[in-house]
């Protein structure tokens, strides 16, 4: 036999691809580039190929799912057992397995592997690196020495993409794999954070994790930047957003200078997968403890039931009054009650509040425009619409605060009640009669009714029930539009309201409402010229509208409890227009992000009732939209009402003021306290040139007087991670007497030549901010409210964040000026870990940021 010969044989030999059941192996060259499939042929790799996985990967892609593949530089094989030597790597299902030295077991599925042991993959996709240890890639179980992993993360060359809402790596000096998902980690830590010198981490005997679940965490300590602070003998970590356990929560802790020293803490009661409740309190130094709960339901994605308690058991505090130093309580309780639920087409809507003394809420409440809320609102209303028909019922509770006491004594407050117990109401849209140019519609409601006031009250259910019926013509000729409508207002009253007081004797009230609406065509022009890279639109509405309503008579003897109640005679004309400016781009389109900090917006409206379990999307996290081609970027509304009688029909009473459904309509703002036939001149503009800024400018300019009635500006930019928010505010608003409600917050006096009251309010608001909720590194934001009428802070906040890679420090400063009833410096803190919770007594919803 030639030398070539025994060549050749012998590298087939070596060469030869070994088959076995479900098993395919391969000698691979570290240098390599070509890969072999499963019948052994080699096929050049592209480069795609090279970057992203390695020959032995791309040919176990085209095996079976309960195939093997083994790749080494050296192998050998005795039997059902294989050697791997050098850059081994087994793939097995979902799993791959590398080491220096590896023996595989075919037909038991077991490996044991020394040398940069690792594991990778599984519906976690867990990444663990071992010095060495065994795994079964049938059983999926195992132990693994001096281990270092991940779970929740895959890593895409030099890149981590998160594949879990809460990722977690864990250290041991020995872990036990039990099945897929279940790990037995022995003398380790775990932490949220980044690896090898993490900011934070629970270093314990003994970690039970459940991937998927919660970890347990036993005799840990709890590790910051290497310094022990807490001694937990057990504790949890979930490791998935969904998973709830029952248990203490973190406790919080802060410092106030009129609630002294501040520690509380709470549990968590998991009832079901659909309820739950939680329950705790804080003890104040100074002034006694409080008491939280807050139940939840989740019965359907459709409805929801949350229910929150807050009390105070208050010790009181000595405040200085005419007869010397005198000991002030404000104690008290709010429950709020939110829901909303859907079935067979109605739905329901439950937002209830209670408030035991609204001097509780002025010293307790921590968020400023919460705590100078006098009013309080219960409602429960189902509703249905079917067929452009409206059906519905409400239990209604209105509550409106205002101080009673005389100056140098203590604060006291009364109240007005007005009840809807319970109120029916039907409506329609406009309808169509046959086919004739006709449209009806209708308004009704029947009402049990009760309101009481200091010196006044009605008796405990006063029945109503109104009729409204609507007949209209819409004519269209050109571009002009002409609309005359005919309505009946029939309204009756089982009681009325004379000398003071209520009576049993009944009043029906007949009103005949006409109106007559003209539209002229648009005014349009379109600009050829581009400006700012975006073709622009001008565009201006003109409308005027005439209306009668004749027929109210008995205005003065009609008990008022909402709007049905102040419709009034009139004779009037409205006249304004609307003028809009539109931008289209025609250049590319741009990403517009959110602010980060859209909570610091001054004027901004109070968030939407979060639902329970509802995820609360980091404002940092919010993906890039793409900007809208056409933009409205201005608009401005001028309306302006001439009244032909001047006194309403006798309903006008001299020397206070009056409010009328025609006047409501108009503005918000009272102006009637003497006869008069020109109304204020109401002016709404906004601009909005981009999602990252808003400004908006409200004037009530009143001609006959020569004065500004409410002046309101507000204006919010946010360029980059900057944030500027500003506001004023100014009101002129006639009064009847110093009693009125809320005139302790403002500067009160008469008006030259008149017996009338006016009071001015002057405020001013600014918010400034950096940063954002989650933005790494250094954040900041501060808020401040000035009266300029009584030369006063109300309130100023500051507020600084820092945050590492899995955790954050926050720490607040806020100063409450609330006239004689707070004055307080309240010190805030909170410590977050990532996807484990916070530690301190800042909450999220009271944050600026």
């Not at 659909?274 to 409080?290: N, P």
Request: net charge neutral.
């Amino acid at each position: 036999m030639t030398l070539r010969t025994r060549f050749l044989i012998t590298a087939l030999f070596l060469c030869h691809q070994l088959l076995a059941h479900g098993l395919v192996t391969r000698q691979l060259l570290a240098d390599s580039t070509v890969a072999s499939d499963t019948s052994g042929q080699e096929q050049p790799k592209t480069s795609s190929d090279t970057k992203n996985s390695t020959p032995c990967a791309t040919q176990a892609a085209a095996q079976a799912s309960d195939s093997a593949t083994i790749c080494a530089l050296q192998q050998e094989k005795d039997g059902d057992v294989y050697k791997l030597h050098g850059n081994g790597e087994i793939h097995y299902r979902d799993y791959v397995i590398r080491a220096d030295d590896m023996t595989y077991n075919s037909d038991t599925g077991e490996v044991t592997a020394t040398g940069h042991f690792t594991l990778d993959g599984g519906p976690n996709e867990d990444h663990l690196k071992a010095s060495h240890g065994t795994y079964n890639v049938t059983s999926e179980t195992g132990r693994f020495y001096d281990v270092v992993a991940t779970t929740g993360f895959r890593f895409e060359a030099s890149r981590a993409v998160l594949t879990s809402t809460a990722p977690f790596a864990f250290t041991g000096k020995m872990v036990e794999k039990t099945s897929s998902d279940h790990y037995l980690v022995y003398h380790g830590s775990i932490t949220t954070c980044e690896l090898p010198r993490p900011n934070w981490k629970f270093q314990a005997r003994k970690v039970v994790v459940d991937v998927g679940g919660n970890a347990s965490i036993y005799h840990s300590d709890f590790l910051l930047h290497g310094f022990p602070i807490f001694y937990f003998p057990y504790a949890t970590h979930p490791v998935a957003r969904e998973a709830r356990h029952s248990g203490f929560l973190i406790p919080t802790a802060g410092r106030s200078s009129t609630k002294g020293n501040i520690v509380g803490d709470s549990a968590y009661w998991v009832i079901n997968r659909s309820l739950d409740a939680t329950i705790g309190g804080e003890y104040f130094s100074k002034r006694g403890w409080s008491q939280r709960g807050e139940f939840r339901a989740r019965p359907s994605d459709s409805s929801y039931v949350d229910l929150n308690y807050f009390g105070v058991v208050d010790r009181g505090i000595e405040v200085g009054t005419e007869k010397g130093q005198q000991v002030l309580r404000e104690g008290g309780q709010e429950v709020r009650l939110t829901g909303v639920g859907n079935f067979y087409g109605f739905r329901a809507v439950s937002n209830v509040d209670y408030l035991s003394s609204f001097l509780f809420r002025l010293a307790f409440n921590d968020v400023f425009t919460q705590a100078i809320n006098s009013e309080v609102k219960s409602q429960l209303f189902l509703s249905k619409d079917y067929k452009g028909f409206s059906f519905g019922g409400i239990v209604e509770r209105y509550q409106n605060f205002f101080q009673t006491n005389p100056p140098g004594t203590l604060p006291t407050f009364d109240s007005i009640r007005i009840l809807h117990t319970p109120s029916v109401d039907a409506s329609s849209v406009d309808r169509q009669f046959r086919n004739w140019p006709l449209f009806w519609s209708f308004d009704s409601s029947v009402s049990g009714l009760s309101r009481s006031e200091p010196g006044f009250h009605t008796s405990s259910l006063l029945g109503r029930f109104d009729f409204t019926p609507e007949i209209s013509m819409p004519l269209k000729f050109q571009g002009w539009m002409l609309r005359p409508a005919l309505a009946l207002h029939e309204t009756f009253y089982s009681e009325r309201f004379e000398n003071g007081q209520t009576s049993v004797d009944p009043t029906n009230r007949h009103a005949l409402d006409a109106s007559v609406e003209l539209r002229p065509p648009v005014l349009e022009k379109v600009f050829s010229k581009e400006f700012m890279g975006r073709k622009w639109k001008h565009v201006i509405e003109p409308q005027i509208k005439y209306r009668i309503v004749s027929g109210v008579n008995d205005f003065a003897n009609i008990v008022q409890f909402d709007d049905r109640d102040i419709l009034s005679n009139t004779d009037e004309v409205e006249y304004g227009f609307v003028t809009r400016l539109y931008a289209k781009r025609t250049s590319s389109q741009v990403q517009e992000c959110e602010t980060p900090m859209t909570g610091l917006a001054v004027g901004a409206a109070a968030p939407e009732q979060t639902l329970p379990w509802g995820r609360v999307d980091s404002l940092g996290a919010q993906p890039c939209t793409v900007g809208p081609t056409v933009r409205e970027v201005l608009t401005w509304q001028v309306t302006q009402k001439y009244f032909f009688d001047p006194k309403f029909g006798g309903a006008l009473v001299p020397g206070q003021r009056n409010v009328f459904a025609t006047t409501e309509d108009l503005t918000g703002i009272a102006f009637l306290t003497q006869p008069r036939n020109l109304s204020p001149l109401v002016s709404r503009l906004r601009a909005a040139t981009g999602s990252h800024a808003d400004t908006e400018w409200d004037l009530d300019y009143d001609f006959q007087l020569s004065r500004v009635n409410a002046d309101t500006l507000l204006v919010n930019y946010n360029w980059g991670s900057l944030t500027f928010g500003g506001g004023h505010a100014y009101l002129e608003i006639p009064q009847t007497s110093v009693t009125t409600p809320g005139l302790s917050e403002g500067k009160c006096g008469p008006v030259q030549g008149t017996s009338q009251i006016t009071c001015k309010f002057q405020q001013f608001r600014v918010a400034l901010g950096y940063g954002g909720l989650t933005h790494r590194g250094l954040s900041a934001a501060s808020s401040f409210g000035f009266d300029v009428e009584t030369g006063q802070l109300q309130f100023a906040t500051a507020q600084t964040t820092y945050n590492w890679n899995c955790c954050g420090l926050t720490l607040e400063y806020r100063r409450y000026a609330i006239a004689n009833v707070r004055n307080e410096n309240l010190y805030r803190f909170t410590f977050s870990l990532a996807n484990i919770g916070s530690f301190g007594n800042l909450r999220r919803q009271e944050r600026l940021y």
